[in-house]
């Protein structure tokens, strides 16, 4: 596959920002290349705009060559940019499932640019016949959220590599939740496919969404096209700084994953007794969806008692459902004791 002629034709022959990051890179002991103030150290320098240091222990961590590592601000940048890269506005279509993650469509309709909807069965799992069926030459990307949210299942792992193998476009899955989920990750396939691309991100299991950092794995061509066009200093130095940080700390990361999987499989536990609750669906995630008889009901008594979750009702396939973030023991056992006196 040749990514290079999947991208809209001026994405092919722009000429990116230089930027005097870019064109300096080494040591020096005087810069005076950049406009800076020289007070107020080390702020007043623009950061790296690669994040080298940053990817090479992203690198380390996940076992993917730095080159193969784009980071954005949150998993939102590069959600914009694969779309605003290889998708012509009012040409080119997006195919996605449905229900899922918000910001594709989003995306795609400030760019101009048509989703297709495929909806999941009745299980929320895949059918890759429809998948393929929606998609026509003009399709670019096919996005697919495992485990998937509002819905916090995993896809099918075989039918995920049988769309990523037979679709002439590029295949975005979407990893956020990852890290509470039983199943690897595809990042151990992505040498073997030039048109996958893995989005990870901190705001999850990393517990950082407030530095918005988000990470896209991919082959070397789709990376280099996302750096062509992406902000010129789109991380800054506190998330690059915060980030380094967190990543010294993997222990405290993996003991947080740990607690919020046995407080998710506690929460369901409990959430399943209480008469007004019609289903848990089964998750890989950091919430639940909980299907109820009278969903909005529970949504404006769990607000008036200090308790926000996400009412989903409107959202296909999850009719009467409220998605419930996995807070801290102590949170969990509130909305558990408040919820007690509703019965
Ligand atoms: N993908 C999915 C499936 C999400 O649910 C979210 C956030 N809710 C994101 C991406 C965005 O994450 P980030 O904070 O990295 O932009």
Same mark, same amino acid.
């Given at each position: 596959?040749?990514?290079n002629?999947l991208?809209?034709?001026?994405?092919?022959?722009?000429?990116p920002?230089?930027?005097?990051?870019?064109?300096?890179?080494?040591?020096?002991?005087?810069?005076?290349d950049?406009?800076?103030?020289p007070?107020?150290?080390?702020?007043?320098r623009y950061?790296?705009p690669?994040?080298?240091?940053?990817?090479?222990?992203i690198?380390?961590?996940?076992?993917?060559?730095?080159?193969?590592?784009?980071?954005?601000?949150?998993?939102?940048?590069?959600?914009d940019?694969l779309?605003?890269?290889f998708?012509e506005?009012?040409?080119d279509?997006?195919?996605t499932?449905?229900?899922?993650y918000?910001m594709y469509?989003v995306?795609?309709?400030?760019?101009?640019?048509?989703?297709?909807?495929?909806?999941?069965n009745?299980?929320?799992?895949?059918?890759?016949?429809n998948i393929?069926?929606?998609?026509?030459?003009?399709?670019?990307?096919?996005?697919?959220c495992s485990?998937n949210?509002?819905?916090?299942?995993s896809l099918?792992?075989?039918?995920?590599?049988?769309i990523?193998?037979?679709?002439?476009?590029?295949v975005i899955?979407?990893?956020?939740y990852i890290?509470?989920?039983?199943?690897?990750s595809?990042?151990?396939?992505?040498?073997?496919?030039q048109?996958?691309?893995?989005?990870?991100?901190?705001?999850?299991a990393?517990?950082?969404?407030?530095i918005?950092l988000?990470?896209?794995?991919?082959?070397t061509e789709?990376?280099?096209?996302?750096?062509?066009?992406?902000?010129?200093?789109? @991380?800054n130095?506190?998330?690059?700084?915060k980030?380094?940080?967190?990543?010294?700390?993997?222990d405290?990361v993996g003991?947080?994953?740990?607690?919020?999987?046995?407080e998710?499989?506690?929460?369901?536990?409990?959430?399943?007794?209480?008469p007004?609750v019609?289903?848990?669906?089964?998750s890989?995630?950091?919430?639940l969806?909980?299907k109820?008889?009278d969903?909005?009901?529970?949504?404006?008594?769990?607000?008036?008692?200090?308790?926000?979750?996400?009412?989903r009702s409107?959202?296909?396939l999850?009719?009467?459902?409220?998605?419930?973030t996995?807070?801290?023991p102590?949170?969990?056992?509130?909305l558990?004791?408040?919820?007690?006196?509703? @019965?």
């Amino acid at each position: 596959m040749n990514i290079n002629n999947l991208l809209r034709k001026n994405i092919q022959t722009l000429k990116p920002y230089s930027s005097a990051r870019d064109e300096y890179t080494g040591e020096a002991m005087v810069f005076l290349d950049a406009n800076e103030n020289p007070f107020n150290e080390p702020y007043n320098r623009y950061p790296d705009p690669l994040q080298n240091e940053l990817k090479e222990k992203i690198s380390e961590l996940k076992n993917i060559p730095a080159k193969n590592i784009f980071l954005g601000n949150g998993s939102d940048e590069p959600i914009d940019l694969l779309i605003r890269a290889f998708c012509e506005p009012g040409v080119d279509n997006i195919v996605t499932i449905n229900p899922t993650y918000g910001m594709y469509q989003v995306a795609a309709d400030i760019s101009g640019v048509e989703l297709r909807k495929v909806s999941l069965n009745n299980n929320f799992d895949l059918d890759v016949t429809n998948i393929l069926d929606a998609t026509n030459k003009n399709t670019k990307l096919i996005f697919l959220c495992s485990p998937n949210n509002p819905t916090g299942n995993s896809l099918n792992k075989n039918a995920i590599l049988e769309i990523v193998k037979s679709f002439n476009g590029i295949v975005i899955i979407d990893e956020a939740y990852i890290d509470f989920a039983p199943d690897k990750s595809f990042l151990s396939e992505l040498n073997r496919y030039q048109n996958l691309v893995i989005l990870q991100t901190f705001s999850k299991a990393w517990g950082m969404a407030g530095i918005r950092l988000g990470m896209a794995f991919a082959s070397t061509e789709i990376v280099d096209v996302l750096n062509k066009i992406k902000y010129p200093y789109n @991380i800054n130095i506190l998330t690059q700084q915060k980030a380094l940080e967190l990543l010294e700390q993997k222990d405290k990361v993996g003991n947080w994953v740990k607690l919020i999987i046995a407080e998710r499989e506690k929460m369901a536990e409990l959430l399943k007794e209480f008469p007004f609750v019609v289903k848990i669906y089964p998750s890989d995630a950091n919430f639940l969806l909980v299907k109820m008889h009278d969903a909005k009901g529970i949504y404006d008594y769990l607000v008036e008692k200090g308790i926000i979750v996400r009412d989903r009702s409107n959202v296909h396939l999850c009719e009467n459902s409220l998605r419930i973030t996995i807070g801290s023991p102590k949170e969990n056992n509130l909305l558990i004791t408040v919820m007690e006196n509703l @019965i």
